[in-house]
């Protein structure tokens, strides 16, 4: 009796531990439900570049080029956008252009107006200079720091994928274009020489 | 003087602790706070959950270097088990876990894992140092395989209550750390399961002549070190909120010494938990003043090593013969 009494007091045990433990329910409910919270970076990105791009605010590049080489610092404090404590600042920048040279990285560009140089990238096209110089996404908000992270890495692809190619095809040495990027700016080692544009729009003017 | 040299011995660890306190009270104004009290019981007790097992296994003259990586691995599990759940498609069902599923999971994962340290120790013959080296790597690995190199995070505040919360006045993971302690303390000296622990590290032969089962101590000395190595893993899970792939590396070694700087002895059969939860204290007190005093970290490594060198100098002059 005893025995008896000892088994079922840890099969009971064991029952109530289960029952409140897991919960059993159908994937395809759960698919269902996952797929209506859960973060897509591929839309957001795409919705951005989409979008967004045309409108989004950007600096004037030679201005910028300017405000930098005087007091680099102040200027990205008030102007730019960082992540943490870092000494990187990010800043979404535009200009007129002729093209100088065409690289395997870069096409290197003279700045309308001025002989100021600045590399725009077509390869190697990696980082967060976009997310963080269009201020769209804000690390605060995602639960998920690879959602976070996803967000580049899909931007990223897209200008591989979409901007540069078409760009890359059709760009010679002479052209002038319309560019319109994202940029980081280190506060502590920065030469405007170093400066390279991540592409959002590249447009050759006929 | 001679009256006072077994006294001296038998609380060098709290003469040290207290001497240890006083310097730095003095040295720093902010060390002696209720909140960095706090700080201090807050941080060290994943070490003193490891410890505690890890005390267990020396005692039995073994020794655990899988306790970082079960660490790991048990926290991923509850991380896991809580976020994403368990899939199987082929019957269309989606197994989730609540907060209390997931910690009871972790926990038989690290008892499993020990469980097999304790078997391949006993059964097979395999040396401890080889058997746990070789867990060490397994179980860092099936961590990766299991996270995908990657943090799990956003664990909800239920389960970050663990790691963060306050019950009563006092954080979370020290009501753990206590209940740890306490029932080992019990375990170890008012049992007979924690006299046949110490029998086999005091004498293995004689023990088994006595007719101590000693493989089946043993491989439940292994599991309750993985069990406790799991308790730490869910705290600093918790604490973090994220189950971090690399967690947990070193922690082996912070464990072995505080138990070695509680004063348990390396050949077995000699030492206390509440030794090893003074060494732990002792470290902890030790990271806590040279942060404080803003001492350099290569500097803090060293230091920390000689503590440990002096420990068992001290030792061995206390116990010549062993």
């Known amino acids: 009796m005893k025995k008896l009494i000892k088994y079922l007091a840890i099969v009971l045990f064991i029952a109530i531990s289960l029952y409140n433990s897991i919960y059993i329910k159908d994937l395809d409910e759960i698919k269902a439900e996952k797929s209506k919270t859960s973060f897509n970076s591929k839309v957001f990105a795409s919705e951005f570049i989409e979008n967004k791009v045309s409108d989004l605010k950007a600096i004037e590049a030679l201005g910028f080029l300017n405000e930098i080489s005087k007091n680099v610092k102040s200027y990205s404090e008030t102007h730019g956008n960082k992540l943490g404590i870092s000494n990187d600042y990010y800043f979404i920048i535009y200009g007129n252009a002729t093209v100088l040279t065409i690289e395997d990285e870069d096409v290197v560009v003279a700045l309308a ?51 540069v190619p078409p760009f ?31 592409p959002l729009q590249l447009n050759i003017k006929s | ?54 005390t267990l296994v020396i005692l039995t003259k073994g020794i655990d270097l899988s306790v970082g990586s079960l660490l790991a691995f048990s926290g991923a599990i509850a991380a896991g088990l809580l976020k994403f759940g ?168 912070d464990s072995i010494a505080a138990v070695v700087i509680g004063g348990t002895s390396l050949s077995g059969g000699r030492g206390s938990i509440v030794g090893t939860v003074q060494g732990a204290l002792i470290i902890g007190v030790l990271n806590s003043g040279l942060v404080l005093l803003n001492v350099s970290p290569f500097w803090q490594q060293i230091i920390k090593g000689l503590v440990i060198l002096i420990a068992v100098i001290m030792d061995r002059l206390n116990n010549p013969n062993n």
């Open chain 1, 113 to 163: 107006k001025s002989q100021q140089k600045l590399k725009i990238a077509i390869d190697f096209i990696f980082g967060n200079a976009i997310r963080e110089g269009a201020k769209m996404a804000n690390i605060g908000d995602y639960q998920n720091t690879m959602d976070y992270n996803n967000i580049s890495v899909e931007i990223n692809n897209l200008v591989r994928e979409n901007i």
């Open chain 1, 168 to 198: 890359r095809r059709s760009v010679k040495i002479g052209d002038s274009i319309y560019f319109k990027g994202a940029v980081r700016v280190n506060v502590l080692k920065q030469k405007n020489d170093t400066l390279r544009v991540i």
């Open chain 2, 1 to 54: 003087m001679a009256n006072i040299k077994p006294y001296l011995v038998k609380f060098q660890s709290i003469i040290v602790l207290l001497i240890l306190s006083m310097v730095l009270t003095i040295l720093s104004d902010k060390f002696f706070t209720l909140e960095n009290g706090w700080n201090i019981a807050r941080q060290i007790s994943i070490n003193v959950c490891i410890s505690v097992g890890m």
């Open chain 2, 86 to 253: 368990l899939e199987f498609p082929v019957s269309n069902t989606f197994i989730g876990f609540t907060v209390f599923g997931a910690i009871i999971a972790a926990l038989m994962v690290g008892g499993v894992f020990g469980v097999f340290n304790g078997l391949m120790i006993t059964k097979f013959k395999v040396p401890p140092f080889v058997a746990t080296l070789a867990m060490l790597t397994i179980a860092r690995g099936a961590t990766m395989l299991w996270t995908g190199g990657f943090p799990i995070t956003g664990l909800g505040n239920n389960f970050a209550f663990i790691g963060t919360g306050w019950f009563l006045g006092m954080p979370m993971p020290v009501w753990i750390t206590l209940v740890v302690v306490v029932f080992t303390i019990v375990l170890t000296k008012k049992t007979k399961f924690g006299r046949h622990i110490y029998a086999i590290g005091g004498n293995e032969s004689a023990a088994r002549l006595s007719g101590i089962n000693i493989n089946k101590i043993k491989i439940w000395v292994y599991a309750i070190a993985g069990t406790l190595a799991a308790v730490g893993g869910v705290i600093l899970t918790s604490r973090l909120d994220s189950a971090q792939p690399n967690a947990g590396m070193g922690y082996e070694l």
